[in-house]
């Protein structure tokens, strides 16, 4: 079973451009979330799709970021404009069953976004 | 407010000993529990989960124990080999039936080394 995939793995942008990640989460899963990880700390989820319906995103940045489920498959996440303070790893999760708690979120490999 | 903390960033210990990873929580509501690993440039691994209706899950070598009423969960691998050398993290999630949501809130993780 092929695994969550995203790209570009690594991008290196100026501040105040934009960039955009892309995800194709496992096959039949419903549920995808987007998280963010910054240097030193622990995973913070920034938005989570049931299909292609955003069921979270009090934690998203919205005057900057964005985020897309086209037909409850493959997911992109933009961010216009960059600063320096979005320099993480964004990694895409996604998992089968949303209503329990016990539904495993599998993790994507992530892209490691420099903001210069 | 940091909900789930694991407050050693680095254990080292000797192959084929036990390594003994720690992970505490504020939230009672929480009621699922997981513990990611993840290696360098790869998206964090699921490894083994409990529910709070449980003390104890086994898994081969991985076993985790949780404590409700002293809102502590830890991970123990025996034996220990050089290959679990990776940064363990701790997530708890509290399933919201009104939002629909399942947020997972990771800990900063454990830098693991197990020494050949």
């Known amino acids: 079973e092929a695994g969550v995939a995203q790209s570009p793995r690594y991008k290196i942008i100026e501040k105040r451009q934009s960039v955009a990640f892309w995800c194709n989460p496992i096959s039949g899963h419903a549920t995808l979330y987007w998280y963010q990880q910054i240097l030193g700390q622990g995973p913070k989820l920034l938005i989570q799709?049931?299909?292609?319906?955003?069921?979270?995103d009090s934690q998203l940045p919205k005057d900057r970021f964005s985020a897309e489920r086209l037909k409850g498959v493959d997911s992109t996440l933009k961010i216009q404009p960059a600063k320096l303070e979005d320099s993480a790893v964004y990694l895409c999760?996604?998992?089968?069953?949303?209503?329990?708690?016990?539904?495993?979120?599998?993790f994507g490999p992530g892209t490691r976004l420099t903001v210069l | 407010d940091q909900q789930v903390k694991q407050n050693s960033p680095s254990l080292s210990v000797q192959e084929g000993r036990i390594s003994i990873l720690n992970c505490d929580y504020t939230?009672?509501?929480?009621?699922?529990f997981l513990w990611y690993k993840k290696y360098p440039a790869e998206g964090p691994t699921f490894l083994i989960s409990?529910?709070?209706?449980?003390d104890k899950n086994e898994d081969g070598r991985f076993t985790v124990f949780l404590n409700k009423s002293a809102k502590h969960l830890s991970l123990h691998i025996v034996p220990s080999q050089p290959g679990d050398s990776a940064v363990y993290f701790c997530?708890?999630?509290?399933?919201?039936?009104?939002?629909?949501?399942?947020?997972?809130?990771f800990g900063t993780g454990t830098l693991l080394a197990v020494q050949p």
């Open positions: 409990i529910s709070s209706i449980k």
């Open positions: 999760a996604s998992s089968l069953l949303l209503r329990a708690s016990t539904d495993t979120q599998y």
């Open positions: 939230n009672s509501m929480f009621d699922y």
């Open positions: 997530a708890a999630s509290a399933f919201d039936y009104g939002g629909a949501t399942n947020k997972l809130i």
């Open positions: 799709f049931q299909n292609n319906g955003v069921v979270d």
